[in-house]
């Protein structure tokens, strides 16, 4: 008998590993579809199959807690069953012996005030209440509703132009979302239960960049309506667009140069490159829509009187301040400063200079890889928390890294250092990380002393403003900042006049902007008299049953970091054609397998 | 074309045809719960799964398409061990009393689950139990639903209602009123189509025989029953009578059997209607200051209650005049009291349609205007009627011909066609057209509102005035139709509406025949008596003219007001205004 045994991994620990995975993939990409009361029932149940059963809460009290989640399920629950099962769930929390217990109480804890509507309407009405929404899973993460499968399906039966038009029926900026989106679809993906989600977005930018002919949507007859789209970014251009394909004049107005709003002054161009832009931009214009460059609207009221509606898209372009001392030094500029400049192809020279940049969102890694390509000598990041809890997505993070940016995470900046008005450093204090606060895990100042980062310039990329004061003296209703509408876009006490994209949400993607124009134009529509529909007139593929097969996602490729990073020249490559249509053939066609049969899988017009 | 091979033969089809469609024209026949053509394609129970070569999985055959070079398997066994199971899972959820079940003999899943030769039920048996309103005339036992959902598409796809719908997930996934409501509460405008979609049992009607049972037994009591048109077309159905075989003659004797004390046709009624609805049109056609156009039908309950439920704005321009079932029970405890010299207190008054809606419609408090008493006590379903047949153990084969009772038994052909799509609008027009010029037209003059489109449009020269008229059947059709006229899309004068697709042929209290829709060849058993009838027009029909002479003066009279219209506002929908 041997005094000690070499740990070996058993063939069932290996099953219950992998099983371990599944899991993981499965609840990666579900959390559109159950019940809340399901999920917390299940919830529960999982973490009792956790407990060891040592002590009383977590071996006796999850299953009595499953039990009483099961009452309600059976619609034997009634008011004291909630509140017991609160109590039951908080016993578990305060009492349990280690966290396998009381993790479990304290989420399901949260589960239950999260969900106590759902938990009352589950006793009194004996029903969820609760809508689903994973009829077609990655549509339904879509905030544009595009019917992905639809043009999956037309990507791999090679009809790339079709595929387009199918896009364009839910989202007139394929191009732009085929290569900047932040495809919220993807998070969606059954795909993911299986082996990898899709690659939605590479999908998208393959159609675009093949599709064999261009075309020109339906227009329909016009209506002699006139709209003023106030603001060329992706709201007012998706606004325009359905509107002026429903038959009305549409006018958009842009205060700055050239139109795109964010697409041009935010994202720089080895992300979008701007003659792609442009001929995007170039193709909704040619629906007919007029364009008045360099023009600030000032005022609402007359512009509402020249037009029958009027749709507000100003967009979030206004910086923010940090608020320390030095700010005003020469060498301090904003990310929404440089990266306009950058869209008005306007390319300062950063040579010889170090670079700090404040921020961990996208905006900050866009500043950082251009603050390289303009020269810079070397560039950090600074971010006062840490770089798992950054914003950014990841590969804008791994992008900038390799492209030779310095992370310094856990620094607090707290004064601009400077020298005859001129940067000379950022001084930061470092931070530790600490526990959930509001959502997000805090920082707090270590037990470290002050240090100063010697740079020439400072970057500050911690979010933009809107600028809607203009507009509130105007009698436009604006909550901390952001114009105030309701679900249907319009603005209350003005009427034909309707708002959408950032400037009400505050910055958010392309793809939020795109439905709040589209939003917008299917309620201008109406507005104006008319129940024009946006038609499906796209003839897809049949649907073809594969079974279940194993192969895993083909990402996109960017250029050598080394090399991309000395121009400004898109960094991306496509799929190939042979990763295309592997990756389309991966679809599981959610659309017609599963809930998606029962209602159609589709909609087909709005 | 496509070619493949099902079970070792080779089949050519067209492309896009289903691998269920493929089979069956090689007379192999795939078992099917869920799937119901076009309306619900949604492969969820799994029991038309068939094994495809070259894929692990199986597929089901009802919503996948043929390949060129398919290799398929209805009955490997693979494909016997996953089909038996799966409905082996379904009978766990499943309350199989089929013995004390309506739809024994005629359900779907016992077929299925007979034909797998399933014997035993190797799974825990899980019923929900749910409580019901067993007073409603529509019953839903969820303890017998397999979730096909087929009730839930027909409502919103077919009915444009919208019911029904899942209303909870996973395996506690059980279909019910939208939202959780109650069904007593809802809209539901009670045209049964989830009934005779439904494969099971989880959805029939009250039952009311033993109501008219214990009237029978009652010595007080004198029994009369009506007939309405459709109930002809389609009554011998679970008997497999033949449909000529199966006429209105044949079932006055076993009516008769039973005990009933006279037995009318409600085509005498329905010609009454024509009276009274044709001079409300025709009044409203020479009066038409303040007249709302389109005038439309009201013998319908369904879709009486329907537009009060759905589109409130109509209420207004529905005809005042009630059903011919109303008007029957009306007559039949006045001027039929008066008749026979009895009270009419004495009066039970059954009435045998192919409705749900009837069985509503009886209960209105209003619909009491002869005696204070409901006009018609009981309204049974043709399935009801059925039943009671069977257990009178009446040998429908050996019934002899009996003529209706007199006089509330004489019809016209224009009476007989108000029970298929289109046929009280040219019943209507028959009379109208007299009514307006003093002459008769040809019957057939009216035609093109004839067929079993959803929505059919027509205009008519009467006199030099042009008619616009619409026909609509299935509330799908109706709403598309309502949409229009709210829109300014379309106008018309007068417009018919059945809840039922095809009419009243196609009517939820008919025999259910799982996958088949008959309304079609219901219908054309009316039209054919029509042909044949030595009366086409309703102001020919004797009976009528004695009573409007005896006793009701003339149509719209203040007596035919009392007794034959109504106000469609002095009753509310549950969530009517």
Known sequence: MARLHVMQRSEAQAVMDSLHEALGRRLAVSSLAPCPVEFTAAYVNMCATQSCGKCTPCRVGLRALSDLLNDVLENRADEHTLDLIERTARTIYLSADCAIGYEAGDMALTAIRGFCDDFEHHVQKHACGFTQSQLVPCVSGCPAGVDIPGYISLVEARRYTDAVRLIRKDNPLPLVCGYVCEHPCEMNCRRGMVDDPMIIRGLKRFAVDHMETDYRPNMAEKTGKRVAVVGGGPAGLSCAYYLSVMGHDVTIYEARHKLGGMLRYGIPNYRLPHERLDAEIQWILDCGIQVKCDTKVEDLAALRKDYDAVYLAIGAHLDRKLGLPGEDSVGVLSAVEMLRALGDEVRPDFSHERVCVIGGGNVAMDVARSAIRLGAKKVTIVYRRRVADMTAQDEEIAGAKAEGCELLELHAPIAIESQDGYVTGLRVQRQIIGGLSRGRFAPRQADAPEEVIPCERVVVAIGQAIESGPFEEQGVPCKRGRIDVGEDSAVPGMEGVFSGGDCQSGPATVIRAVNAGKVAAGNIDNYLGFNHQVTLDVELPPVQFKGKTSCARCEMTLREAEDRKRDFDLIENGLTEEEAHQEASRCLRCDHFGFGAFRGGRIEQW | ?577
């Open chain 2, 1 to 577: 074309m496509v070619t493949l091979t099902i079970d070792g033969k080779q089949v050519t089809v067209p492309e896009h045809t289903s691998i269920l469609d493929a089979a069956r024209s090689v007379n192999i026949n795939i078992p099917t719960l869920c799937f119901l053509r076009d309306i619900n394609e949604i492969g969820a129970c799994r029991a038309c799964v068939v094994e495809i070569e070259g894929i692990d999985q199986l597929v089901a055959a009802c919503n996948n398409t043929v390949l060129d070079g398919m290799v398929v398997r209805t009955n490997s066994p693979k494909v016997r061990m996953a089909r038996k199971a799966n409905v082996e899972f379904l009978l766990s959820q499943h309350d199989s009393e089929c013995t004390s079940c309506v739809r024994s003999g005629n359900c779907t899943l016992q077929t299925v689950a007979n034909d797998l030769g399933i014997t035993s039920l190797p799974y825990t048996k899980h019923l929900p139990h749910q409580p019901w309103n067993q007073d409603f005339p529509l019953i839903r036992n969820n303890d017998k639903c397999i979730n096909c959902l087929r009730c839930i598409q027909v409502c919103e796809k077919v009915q444009a209602e919208g019911i029904w719908d899942l209303t909870n997930r996973s395996s506690h996934t059980c279909v019910g009123v939208r939202g959780g409501g109650l069904i007593e509460d809802s809209d539901c405008a009670l045209c049964g189509q989830c009934i005779t979609h439904c494969p099971t049992g989880a959805l029939r009607e009250r039952d009311d025989t033993d109501r008219v049972f214990d009237a029978l037994a009652d010595p007080d009591r004198i029994v009369v029953v009506q007939v309405a048109p459709a109930v002809r077309t389609a009554w011998g159905e679970p008997f497999g009578l033949p449909r000529e075989k199966a006429t209105a003659q044949r079932l006055v004797t076993a009516l008769k059997g039973m005990g009933f004390d006279y037995v009318f046709d409600t085509d005498f009624s329905a010609d009454l209607t024509i009276m009274e609805e044709g001079s409300e049109l025709v009044e409203h056609l020479k009066h038409p200051e303040g007249v709302k156009f389109p005038m439309f039908t009201s013998c319908c309950p369904g879709w009486v209650r329907y537009c009060k439920a759905r589109h409130p704005r109509f209420t207004d321009q529905l005809s005042t005049s009630k059903s011919p079932g109303q008007m029957f029970g009306a007559i039949a405890k006045s001027y039929y009291a008066g008749l026979l010299g009895v009270d009419p207190h004495r009066i039970f008054c059954v009435e045998i349609m192919p409705c749900l809606a009837k069985k509503a419609e009886v209960d209105i408090p209003v619909m009491n205007d002869a005696c204070g008493d409901p006009d018609v006590d009981v309204s049974l379903t043709v399935r009801e009627v059925d039943r009671m047949i069977r257990a009178e153990h009446i040998d429908v084969f050996s019934l002899a011909e009996t003529d209706f009772d007199q006089p509330l038994g004489t019809a016209t052909g224009a009476a007989v066609i108000f029970g298929a799509t289109g046929g009280v609008m040219e019943a209507a027009l028959r009379t109208a057209y007299y009514l307006v010029t003093g002459e008769n037209c040809d019957a057939d003059a009216f035609k093109d509102v004839r067929g079993l489109d959803g929505w059919k449009e027509a205009s008519f020269d009467i006199a030099g005035t042009t008619l616009h008229v619409a026909v609509a059947s299935g509330l799908g059709n109706a709403n598309r139709l309502l949409n229009a006229l709210e829109a300014g899309e379309v106008s018309y004068d007068f417009v018919e509406i059945m809840a039922c697709p095809g009419g009243c042929s196609g009517g939820g209290g008919l025999p259910i025949h799982d996958g088949e829709e008959l309304a079609g060849v219901r219908g054309d058993v009316l039209w054919g008596l029509d042909r044949v009838a030595k009366l086409r027009r309703s102001h020919e029909n004797p009976s009528i003219q004695a009573v409007y002479r005896d006793y009701l003066g003339a149509p719209l009279s203040e007596r035919a007001e009392e007794l034959l219209h109504t106000n469609q506002h002095a009753w509310k929908m549950p969530r009517e205004a």
